[in-house]
């Protein structure tokens, strides 16, 4: 747990917690607010029902926490798997999803999430931790490059999703 002062008056302790299958509807509305923030709301298929077979689900990869206030309001959330890297031949971890809703933003959640799954990662024995940012995300790239982290700009992220992986899979 860590205190933090929001906007100079308040005084909020965060805590940092794993996700059960009873937080699906809030991990959903993370996600869609996140989303929303991304300027790709409209993208956004997920359900309480599939995220709590596809996250808490039996043989699950994929793993959550939850940031929440010590009057228990959720401030933010985190997603993340295990990768692997074929060149350290060790696992790594990737953060698919990282959130702090606008009201907790500048009071060092994300910070404390961040670390939290630093803290996992090594605990893991994990040699990467990873993840994504659009690239006009201008708050979260500083946020990012204050802990330390760089940017990996020699390489380019491709996907096959919707319809062209169908296809694809299909052999077309």
């Known amino acids: 747990m860590v205190a933090l002062l929001i906007s100079g008056l308040t005084q909020v302790t965060y805590r940092i917690r794993n996700a059960t299958a009873a937080d699906a509807a809030v991990i959903l509305r ?53 990768n692997y890297s074929t060149w350290q031949a060790r696992n790594g971890l990737y953060l698919e999803d990282l959130y702090v809703t606008p009201e907790h933003r500048g009071a060092g959640a994300g910070r404390m999430l961040l670390r939290h799954l630093a803290q996992v990662a090594m605990a893991e024995g994990c040699g990467r931790f990873e993840w994504s940012v659009l690239d006009w995300n201008a708050p979260a790239i500083r946020v990012y490059e204050a802990i330390g982290a760089e940017p990996q700009n020699e ?18």
């Not at 390489?155 to 694809?168: D, N, V």
């Open 155 to 172: 390489w380019t992220r491709y996907r096959l999703s919707g319809e062209r992986l169908k296809a694809f899979a299909a052999g077309d």
């Open 30 to 82: 993370f996600i869609t607010e996140l989303a929303v923030y991304e300027k790709a709301g409209h993208e956004v298929e997920a359900t309480v029902e599939t995220l709590s077979r596809s996250i808490f689900g039996e043989g699950s990869v994929t793993r959550a926490v939850i940031c929440e206030t010590d009057a228990g309001e959720p401030a933010g959330f985190a997603v993340w798997f295990l």
